[in-house]
């Protein structure tokens, strides 16, 4: 049984960090692509970030670029989102999800991840 599993997620003060897993069991994440979304209330679910399955590109939306890096370790069926420099704005509940590879132009299309996990809320307030 495929299952992803997320945690880290938590109450942060503005400029602040936190680190998020991804726990895959039931299958080997080597060869997936693994992608984070997030959704915030009211808002539609989407795209943050993909680390490709050898761990040699991510892609990142704009909103992101320099502040989050995701990553993964294989011998730990484990992928990371490192976020740093927490925005207000980065409050979300957010997912981790699989795909068969990170495409450069279509990395956040959410039709193209067939397993999702359960989410952890990252809040960042004063």
């Known amino acids: 049984q495929v299952q992803l599993a997320e945690s880290g997620g938590g109450l942060v003060q503005p400029g602040g960090s936190l680190r998020l897993s991804c726990v895959a069991s039931g299958f080997t994440l080597d060869y997936h692509g693994i992608g984070w979304f997030r959704q915030a209330p009211g808002k539609e679910r989407e795209g943050v970030a993909c680390?490709?399955?050898?761990?040699?590109?991510?892609y990142y939306a704009d909103s992101v670029k320099g502040r989050f890096t995701g990553s993964r370790d294989n011998a730990k069926n484990t992928a990371y989102l490192q976020m740093n420099s927490l925005k207000p704005e980065d409050t979300a509940v957010y997912y981790c999800?699989?795909?068969?590879?990170?495409?450069?132009?279509?990395?956040?299309?959410?039709?193209?991840?067939?397993?999702w996990g359960q989410g952890t809320q990252v809040t960042v307030s004063s």
């Open positions: 999800a699989l795909v068969l590879y990170c495409s450069a132009h279509g990395w956040s299309r959410r039709e193209d991840y067939n397993y």
């Open positions: 680390v490709s399955s050898s761990d040699t590109s991510t």
